[in-house]
């Protein structure tokens, strides 16, 4: 079992224990749903942080709103600069701005890729975002 694995594992049961209330759902309330949190830095504005939030917002806008409507996906926005950000991010380790996508205890964390391809090639930032989003979700609620 890798370090980065148990890592994330438990920053998902941080985040589900640790107070969430700046949340608009307890990030863990729904353990059968993809989870993407996209941590930022409201202090430390970052270019390619916004790009990464916009091209992630805009993918879940355009393929995938029926799932992010019923509740099978879940987006998290978390301020770092926040107090209950700081709180996890310290609980967590997380220092910088990232994109992180889990199901159970599947966890992929996409913060190097949105480094790599946000503001360079957009398109393939979001493939591979669709990517990593379809091989989470069960094969009966993949979009067509």
Do not use: W
Not at 16 to 40: A, C, D, E, R, W
Not at 86 to 112: F, S
Request: glycine share 6%; charged share 10%.
């Amino acid at each position: 079992m890798s370090l980065s694995f148990l890592y994330y594992v438990l920053m998902l049961v941080t985040l589900s224990t640790g107070n969430t209330q700046h949340l608009q759902k307890n990030p863990m309330s729904h353990l059968g749903s993809v989870q993407i949190y996209y941590f930022y830095d409201s202090r430390l504005p970052s270019t390619t942080g916004e790009a990464m939030n916009g091209l992630t917002q805009d993918l879940l806008n355009k393929h995938y709103a029926d799932l992010v409507q019923s509740g099978d996906i879940i987006y998290h926005q978390i301020d770092l600069a926040s107090p209950a950000g700081q709180r996890v991010a310290q609980k967590c380790n997380i220092t910088i701005t990232g994109l992180v996508v889990g199901r159970h205890t599947r966890v992929v964390n996409l913060t190097q890729n949105g480094y790599s391809y946000a503001k360079s090639d957009p398109l393939a930032f979001q493939q591979n975002l669709a990517f990593h989003i379809n091989r989470l979700l069960p094969s009966s609620k993949r979009p067509q």
